[in-house]
DNA sequence: TGACAAAGTTAGAACCGCCTAACTATATTA
DNA sequence: TAATATAGTTAGGCGGTTCTAACTTTGTCA
């Protein structure tokens, strides 16, 4: 086998998964330039991160060329990055807290959190929907809630 | 200065911190060994963390003798534990998750969420509480749904 | 009290992720 | 097309966290 499907990826080559996968997403490539400053390292690490997916069969990549993601790099990067949105959406819609520091807090915590713990909070957010759609209003309810007891 | 009061503790350090916490509640002193057990670490890793806790003011400690936290020690430590507490509080008592999991994932991610996140999703913990007192029971009904969902 | 067990430490190495400095390759443009 | 600007790479180093092996200190108990 030529790429060692090491599943195992720590959080900081996640990031490197992420972020070639969002980029790829608007501009159709990824360019190294473009990963440092989105993830604001230094352009040597961009290429060691890329040396070592190459290695696990999760980004297609020759030196001085393009980046694209195999596959298998593609399903790990979705899934990264559909973590973020679930708690990014918990964050905003449920918490209610400020898009922007819901976006840098889903960004550290989306490494920590397994599938079983992502699958409840993705049922739980389609809970409060629902909940709202039927006239509760949960995320609205808590919001009151929480300012009431801040002046308090 | 003795102590540099750096207050960037690694999420390495923050686990001894909050070990070295737990174990000082329940035995009134903390044994390297068991700091070691806790956090399954080999014994001079324990050392070496015990080191720079001390040189960052945080810990009391001299060869060979008991480990104890500062006041400042104490003090990041107990909000290192409160973030555990809330998470954990959430991840059962809202998502229903079982306790090990809960315990296991609050441990990975309560490095990463800053005072905003953590007081939001206490204020939702209170918030839900309410909600149950008040006969509408958030989390049972959510226990629910998330039942039946599955089953669809 | 002296030997042995348990606990703790020091030394040395490895790995990871990041950096800067210096180099090479590619792209641009006059 | 040759000079220059931009992008990317290699080499080497640093801090952080961990390990194993070997040592020292402390505690126990016969």
Redesign the interface.
């Known amino acids: 086998m030529a790429g060692a499907k090491d599943n195992n990826l720590s959080a900081s080559l996640e990031d490197y998964l992420e972020a070639i996968y969002n980029l790829a997403a608007e501009s159709k490539v990824a360019r190294s330039k473009d990963i440092a400053k989105l993830l604001s390292v230094a352009k040597p690490s961009v290429t060691g991160a890329l040396q070592i997916l190459r290695k696990k069969g999760l980004a297609n990549y020759e030196a001085y060329g393009f980046v694209t993601l195999t596959g298998a790099g593609r399903a790990a990067a979705a899934e990264i990055a559909r973590k973020h949105e679930i708690l990014k959406s918990f ?1 905003t819609d ?4 400020e898009p922007g ?1 819901a976006q840098r ?1 889903a960004c ?2 989306e490494h ?3 599938p ?2 992502i699958s ?2 993705l ?2 957010i ?2 409060v929907g ?2 709202n759609d039927s006239g509760y209003d ?1 995320a609205g ?2 919001k009151k ?2 300012a009431r ?1 801040r002046t308090r």
């Open positions: 964050l449920v918490l209610g807290i520091l807090a550290k915590a920590t959190l397994g079983k713990v409840r909070l049922g739980f389609e809970f629902n909940e949960l309810k808590f809630y929480y007891k």
